[in-house]
T-cell receptor, first 120, second 111 residues
Framework: EAGVTQFPSHSVIEKGQTVTLRCDPI?????LYWYRRVMGKEIKFLLH????????ESGMPNNRFLAERTGGTYSTLKVQPAELEDSGVYFCASSQAPTYTGVYGPGELFFGEGSRLTVL | TQLLEQSPQFLSIQEGENLTVYCNSS?????LQWYRQEPGEGPVLLVT?????EVKKLKRLTFQFGDARKDSSLHITAAQPGDTGLYLCAGVNQAGTALIFGKGTTLSVSS
C-alpha cells in the first residue's frame, strides 16, 4: 500500500512568488492534515480536512495560504505571495480514524516525507 | 496555550547505554503520542498513551504517561545505532482535533 506522497520534495522560490504543494493521502483516508515545521521550532498544525471539507483551519498563518482538497482525494497548499518566514518543511498526514472530540483525538497519523520550502 | 517541552534537545551516547527522554507540560493532555523521525522522512508513530500512569513497552523502548497526564517519558535500554533519530512527543489539543508537538530530542547512538 502506498504511503502519503508529497510533491515537490524541495522548492526554492523568490520572495513574492507563488508555490503550490501537493499531498496524496493514503487511499481511503478521509482525514488529511497539513503541518509545518519552521527551523528551530516545533511542528505546528495548519489545517484539517475531512474528505473535501475544511474541519479546522485555525492554524493557517494568514490569508496568503490557501488549501484545497477537491473531490476529497489529494490536497494542495498554495502560498501566494511567499514571504521569507514561510520557509520550512510542510508535512501532510492522513488518518482513517473518524474525527471526534474525545480521548483519542486524530488517531494514528501517517505522515509524508515533507516538502521543504525555501524562500529567498 | 498548550505547550510540550522536550528534554534533552540533543543526546549523543554509545551503543549499549540507556537513556531517557522527557516530555513535560503544564497542561493536561487526554493522550500523548511518541513519534520517531529519520532524516528526509516524516514522523512515524511509535506509541499512544492514554491513561495516567500507563506504561507501554515496545521492545527496548518503554513509554510512560504521568499520573496527572501532564508529562511522559521514553526510556531506551541498551541503545543501538539503529535507534538514532529525532524523537517527538505530541499531545492532542483541547479540541481533540489536532496534535501539538514538542521540538523533539535528537538522539545519536554511535557504535
Amino acid at each position: 500500500e502506498a504511503g502519503v506522497t508529497q510533491f515537490p520534495s524541495h522548492s526554492v522560490i523568490e520572495k513574492g512568488q507563488t508555490v503550490t504543494l501537493r499531498c496524496d493521502p493514503i487511499s481511503g483516508h478521509d482525514n488529511l492534515y497539513w503541518y509545518r515545521r519552521v527551523m528551530g521550532k516545533e511542528i505546528k498544525f495548519l489545517l484539517h480536512f475531512v474528505k473535501e471539507s475544511k474541519q479546522d483551519e485555525s492554524g493557517m498563518p494568514n490569508n496568503r495560504f490557501l488549501a484545497e482538497r477537491t473531490g476529497g482525494t489529494y490536497s494542495t497548499l498554495k502560498v501566494q505571495p511567499a514571504e521569507l518566514e514561510d520557509s520550512g518543511v510542510y508535512f501532510c498526514a492522513s488518518s482513517q480514524a473518524p474525527t471526534y472530540t474525545g480521548v483519542y483525538g486524530p488517531g494514528e497519523l501517517f505522515f509524508g516525507e515533507g516538502s521543504r520550502l525555501t524562500v529567498l | 496555550t498548550q505547550l510540550l517541552e522536550q528534554s534533552p534537545q540533543f543526546l549523543s551516547i554509545q551503543e549499549g547505554e540507556n537513556l531517557t527522554v522527557y516530555c513535560n507540560s503544564s497542561s493536561v493532555f487526554s493522550s500523548l503520542q511518541w513519534y520517531r523521525q529519520e532524516p528526509g522522512e516524516g514522523p512515524v508513530l511509535l506509541v499512544t498513551v492514554v491513561t495516567g500512569g500507563e506504561v507501554k513497552k515496545l521492545k527496548r523502548l518503554t513509554f510512560q504517561f504521568g499520573d496527572a497526564r501532564k508529562d511522559s517519558s521514553l526510556h531506551i535500554t541498551a541503545a543501538q545505532p539503529g535507534d538514532t533519530g529525532l524523537y517527538l512527543c505530541a499531545g492532542v489539543n483541547q479540541a481533540g482535533t489536532a496534535l501539538i508537538f514538542g521540538k523533539g530530542t535528537t538522539l545519536s547512538v554511535s557504535s
